[in-house]
């Protein structure tokens, strides 16, 4: 299927005919014209000067950021009245309720967001999460659903621009904190009590989609959203996504460090690929809080060599739980909040 924008409110503007790059980089910023089809030449013209494949020579750096600007400003500017339809829905572009490594997030009324990738070049990484979400809330055991978002629908749309993107409508998820999120607000370490359920609901979400013969590749502290008040927790982006025995398609490349070794060298990744991912990020949640058998249960969580790794993640969730007895006694809910911060929406 493939979604049209249909915008409906222009705004009475000019903008200028830049022919050189540095033109086109002093355009930047200014009002796109207030007609739709000459707001789109003027955005096609500025991205042809501004891309980085055509940039002069040693401004390919300059030439990419002025890119992400222009992006930023189109998506703003159609995104005032604009509308992607297609045979199954209608989507109102919404504001922009955030910007991930690979795609932004808009809203699309009240209950669904868009996650529209930045790069057409990432349209097969779009693809691997409609596949992944796909088959967990077909397949996979119904019971654990809510530990992944739900995917609306997955369709192609074409920009003014004329280029191609795979677009995602996902269920919107309201009342979540990223992991990134927790840790800033306790730089000291979170409570090992605290950081327990949220270890434990993690386990449950690999262990579901490993069962279902997915291994989701990038659990990473921006892809673990936690619900304080539910104790709830939903793994997103499930971009990187992959089958068990193949190679994760890309990695983050500012949690490198985060990674084990199958996947910084392109070997195959397995269920021990993201235990060792939950584990890091899990190791970073409690820092130096972790009692030493914490400490001891993470070390083996995280070896190097794959094969010696845990790799089923309901058996591991058994061992937490007996380890955890053993240092706080029988599990008691303990109440957990997120003072000053904005929920995720």
């Not at 409906?8 to 022919?19: F, L, V």
């Not at 750096?61 to 995104?79: C, I, K, M, N």
Request: hydrophobic share 40%; proline share 9%; aromatic share 6%.
């Amino acid at each position: 299927m493939t979604a049209t924008a249909r915008p409906t409110s222009p705004r009475p503007t000019t903008a200028p005919r830049p022919r050189t790059f540095d033109e086109a980089l002093a355009a930047l910023g200014r009002p796109f014209p207030s007609d739709a089809a000459e707001a789109a030449r003027h955005y096609r013209r500025l991205a042809r000067l501004l891309h980085p494949d055509t940039a002069p020579a040693g401004r390919a750096e300059e030439a990419e950021a002025a890119f992400v600007r222009l992006t930023d400003q189109w998506r703003r500017h159609t995104g005032d009245g604009a509308v992607l339809t297609t045979a199954r829905g209608t989507y109102p572009l919404g504001r922009v309720l955030a910007t991930g490594d690979l795609a932004v997030l808009r809203g699309a009324g009240p209950d669904t967001v868009l996650k529209i990738p930045r790069r057409p070049a990432d349209n097969d990484l779009m693809e691997r999460e409609a596949h992944a979400l796909t088959r967990l809330h077909t397949v996979a055991d119904a019971r654990h659903r809510a530990y992944a978002p739900r995917l609306v629908e997955s369709f192609r749309h074409r920009g003014p621009d004329g280029t191609e993107r795979r677009v995602n409508a996902l269920q919107r998820l309201r009342g979540f904190h990223t992991l990134a999120e927790v840790r800033a607000l306790h730089p000291g370490g979170l409570d090992p009590r605290d950081a327990a359920w949220m270890w434990r609901r993690l386990l449950v979400a690999l262990g579901w989609a490993h069962r279902a013969g997915i291994v989701h590749g990038a659990v990473l502290p921006e892809h673990v959203l936690i619900h304080p008040a539910k104790h709830g927790l939903v793994l997103v982006d499930w971009c990187w996504s992959t089958e068990r025995g193949t190679t994760v398609p890309a990695l983050v490349e500012r949690h490198r460090a985060l990674y084990p070794p199958e996947v910084t060298g392109r070997r195959p990744a397995t269920e021990a690929t993201d235990i060792h991912l939950a584990s890091r990020c899990v190791e970073q949640l409690i820092g130096d809080r972790a009692p030493k058998p914490l400490r001891a249960f993470l070390r083996g969580c995280t070896l190097p060599a794959e094969a010696r790794r845990p790799h089923d993640a309901w058996r591991l969730l058994a061992e937490l739980d007996e380890a955890l007895e053993r240092l706080y006694g029988p599990r008691a809910f303990r109440p957990f909040t997120m003072p000053g911060t904005r929920t995720h929406t």
